[in-house]
């Protein structure tokens, strides 16, 4: 039976991803990763997660959001705090369990706070959705950084802006986390990146995901076939908060402790950088941008002092190269001969949105 070319991409693209995830098992297993490189791979796999989930709004929606680093930074506040309630409250010690719920936890309350912030912003469109993201992203910083979290003989007490609360400190305000047990490995990562490419990829290809699209395409035409524009992009808005919250949740559990400075508005900007440089609506490009520019300040580390500007520099020769029409045609030609095709067959169903 002849398979839908959507499933043999889908599969496809599971299958790299393991294979890439065996291959860097390989390596640190054999010690021939360095230390540096293997400290990277936990971030590499947030990253990933965060710019295929940014792009589902921004390349498959249409919608231009600068406020994905609150998402985040909901989701590893949650996280912490769920893992080591369970850890006090209920002495569990099994660290994939606890793992498992916190990460769960934080992509919940991060979809909660998607649907809160996504029913006033989607009413908006183009630069001015951008800016209320962006404000969005900021005012979640403003309230975790008044937020205190202790826990005291397996009861969780809060305050808002006062540390007078019983207990030992989980989240101390601005001062952030407090002695957090490091729990995230590199194989939770793969398994999030897998669920994340299994929930992006079957949305975009199903009814709901071709609804999206013609929203982002044509809204007035949309909307005259009888598409539900709000509710379609509120669906892809939510769905890329709650991934971004399960993402930040991995990311906080990775650190002892981390301050809510971490999740500022250059943390989106980063993240929409990879959805940029991989070609917007772009899945696979997201992740290999994602991937190289989280390793890449790490493997310029013998320029010393200079390495920002060599990654700056880089960065830009990039992204002129990517947007060259020649190295585009070159790379249309090359997929066109692994898909058995002529070099100059046309791509069916048009060129990709970048």
């Not at 939510?238 to 399960?246: H, N």
Request: proline residues 3%; positive net charge; aromatic residues 8%.
């Amino acid at each position: 039976m002849k398979l839908k070319r959507s499933t043999v991409d889908a599969l496809t693209s599971y299958g790299i991803v393991i294979a890439a995830f065996v291959i860097a098992q390989l390596l640190i297993s054999s010690g021939s990763m360095s230390r540096a490189l293997q400290g990277q791979m936990i971030p590499i796999c947030v990253y990933i997660v965060m710019a295929v989930s940014l792009n589902l709004v921004v390349g498959i929606s249409g919608e231009l959001s600068l406020g994905h680093a609150g998402f985040m930074s909901v989701g590893a506040f949650t996280g912490a705090i769920v893992s080591t309630w369970l850890l006090g409250a209920f002495n569990m010690e099994n660290t994939t369990l606890r793992l498992l719920f916190a990460i769960i936890a934080g992509g919940l309350v991060a979809a909660v706070a998607g649907v809160l912030i996504g029913i006033p912003v989607l009413r908006l469109r183009g630069d001015y959705l951008a800016i209320v993201t962006l404000a969005f992203g900021e005012i979640i910083r403003s309230v975790v950084n008044c937020l205190y979290f202790s826990l005291d003989a397996g009861r969780l007490y809060v305050s808002f802006n006062s540390p007078d609360i019983p207990g030992k400190m989980i989240v101390s305000g601005p001062a952030g986390t407090k002695a957090i047990k490091t729990i995230a490995t590199f194989p939770a990562g793969f398994v999030l990146i897998l669920f994340t490419l299994f929930i992006v990829l079957n949305l975009i290809n199903s009814r709901s995901g071709r609804a999206i699209k013609a929203s982002r395409d044509n809204r007035i035409a949309a909307e005259a076939v009888g598409v539900n524009v709000t509710k379609y992009k509120m669906m892809a808005f939510v769905i890329s908060a709650m991934l971004a919250g399960m993402a930040g949740a991995l990311y906080g559990l990775n650190f002892s402790t981390f301050t809510a400075a971490k999740f500022k508005f250059d943390t989106s900007i980063l993240v929409l950088v990879f959805v940029v440089l991989g070609g917007i609506g772009n899945i696979w490009g997201s992740i290999v941008a994602a991937a190289l520019l989280t390793v890449l300040p790490e493997l310029l580390r013998a320029f010393s002092d200079y390495r920002m500007l060599v990654y700056a520099i880089v960065l830009i020769l990039v992204m002129l190269a990517t947007n060259s029409p020649v190295l585009r045609g070159l790379f249309a030609r090359l997929a066109n001969l692994l898909r058995g095709k002529g070099a100059d067959a046309p791509e069916k169903g048009g060129i990709s949105r970048v």
